[in-house]
T-cell receptor, first 114, second 113 residues
């Protein structure tokens, strides 16, 4: 039973489209994250939610909108996709927010914008 | 500002040889230090972490790391690598004054047969 699961695993779409990535964790964690990993493997945090409340909102275009319907789910919606949005997006969770909690990552969702 | 440097973009090691991956950080107080591993096509997994106490920490898969305050380093070591260790390795730093982790750029480990 996967601890942090993301869907879809692969996503190929045209510029200008809108797409969503879903994430669910069954670990009972309070905090969830979205990370973006570019082609050079650089990891950048995008958002973090603690118990459905947004606590980290990095400098990310407004086209990206996270939504947490409950503390086990954190979805990412992207409007008007651009070529530069092509990346692997990772969802992660941790038992508590802050700098000491171990992060549990999903397998990633590879987004390719054509 | 806090930062994490992994000086080696990639390292090639023969199977069975020892390994050391370097990580240097910039931070004033005692940081929280982590090493994560990312196997191809997978998410990241925690190898080990250091918060306080013994500066030599043991992790999973036979890895260890040593915190050296004087050198601002937290290098990852393994005495004998296996082909399955081929992966990307990330060092990360946290602190009480910063809610999120600061990540290094990663080091890709290549294993020669």
């Amino acid at each position: 039973d996967t601890a942090v699961s993301q869907t879809p695993k692969y996503l190929v779409t045209q510029m200008g489209n809108d797409k969503s990535i879903k994430c669910e964790q069954n670990l009972g964690h309070d905090t969830m994250y979205w990370y973006k990993q570019d082609s050079k493997k650089f990891l950048k945090i995008m958002f973090s939610y603690n118990n459905k409340e947004l606590i980290i909102n990095e400098t990310v275009p407004n086209r990206f909108s996270p939504k947490s319907p409950d503390k086990a789910h954190l979805n990412l919606h992207i409007n008007s996709l651009e070529l530069g949005d092509s990346a692997v997006y990772f969802c992660a969770s941790s038992p508590s927010g802050g700098p000491t909690g171990e992060l549990f990552f999903g397998e990633g969702s590879r987004l390719t914008v054509l | 500002a806090q930062s994490v440097t992994q000086p080696d973009i990639h390292i090639t090691v023969s199977e069975g040889a020892s390994l050391e991956l370097r990580c240097n950080y910039s931070y004033g107080a005692t940081p929280y230090l982590f090493w994560y591993v990312q196997s191809p096509g997978q998410g990241l997994q925690l190898l080990l972490k250091y918060f306080s106490g013994d500066t030599l920490v043991q992790g999973i898969k036979g890895f260890e790391a040593e915190f050296k305050r004087s050198q601002s380093s937290f290098n990852l070591r393994k005495p004998s690598v296996h082909w399955s260790d081929a992966a990307e390795y990330f060092c990360a730093v946290g602190s009480d004054s910063n809610y999120q982790l600061i990540w290094g750029a990663g080091t890709k480990l290549i294993i020669k047969p």
